[in-house]
């Protein structure tokens, strides 16, 4: 059985030492879909919702989240990221939000966490501000689409 490398040699959990590995730029992308029901993605698509700019604040929500995904998921290394971009795109004919995340960073180790991070609360923003419409929302497709850097390399999400 290969080794994991959260679990020490005598099985305890522990965060993995990145002591020695050398800094190199870094970044993920990922992805988060809110499906809506037509009604409500027409008031988010207008700017009608009452709580205010559903996107705006779903955006600042995922920046602030990649910045505090270490205090979310317990063996994430505390970063100093260099940059987050959260965008979206409506899609009328679903009718969902999709949302995408970069986040990036010279480091010893990568930000996919903080990206899937990103994505995910914005999503879960997105619910908040809309749930008093549209209970019946879904957030999914929760993925991560692309990471470079590192020892790994390069991973990139086939379509389908």
Same mark, same amino acid.
């Given at each position: 059985? &290969?080794?994991? @490398?959260? !679990?020490?040699?005598?099985?305890?959990?522990?965060?993995?030492?990145?002591?020695? /590995?050398?800094?190199?730029?870094?970044?993920?992308?990922? =992805?988060?879909?809110?499906?809506?029901?037509?009604?409500? *993605?027409?008031?988010?698509?207008?700017?009608?919702?009452?709580?205010?700019?559903?996107?705006? &604040?779903?955006?600042?929500?995922?920046?602030?989240?990649?910045? =505090?995904?270490?205090?979310?998921?317990?063996?994430?290394?505390?970063?100093?990221?260099?940059?987050?971009? !959260?965008? *979206? @795109?409506?899609?009328?004919?679903?009718?969902?939000?999709?949302?995408? @995340?970069?986040?990036?960073?010279?480091? =010893?180790?990568?930000?996919?966490?903080?990206?899937?991070?990103?994505?995910?609360?914005?999503?879960?923003?997105?619910?908040?501000?809309? /749930?008093?419409?549209?209970?019946?929302?879904?957030?999914?497709?929760?993925?991560?689409?692309? /990471?470079?850097?590192?020892? @790994?390399?390069?991973?990139?999400?086939?379509?389908?």
């Amino acid at each position: 059985m &290969t080794r994991l @490398s959260h !679990i020490d040699k005598e099985g305890r959990v522990r965060m993995v030492d990145v002591t020695d /590995k050398r800094a190199t730029e870094r970044t993920a992308r990922a =992805q988060a879909v809110v499906r809506m029901s037509p009604e409500t *993605f027409d008031l988010l698509r207008d700017g009608k919702v009452p709580k205010g700019n559903v996107l705006e &604040t779903a955006r600042i929500a995922g920046i602030m989240a990649a910045k =505090q995904t270490a205090g979310l998921i317990p063996m994430c290394h505390p970063l100093n990221i260099t940059h987050v971009r !959260i965008d *979206f @795109s409506l899609l009328p004919e679903d009718p969902a939000v999709r949302i995408e @995340s970069l986040v990036r960073i010279v480091h =010893q180790t990568g930000v996919e966490m903080e990206a899937l991070t990103a994505a995910a609360v914005a999503g879960l923003t997105i619910y908040d501000m809309c /749930k008093a419409m549209d209970k019946a929302m879904v957030i999914s497709d929760v993925m991560l689409l692309e /990471k470079t850097g590192g020892k @790994s390399g390069t991973f990139r999400r086939r379509e389908g």
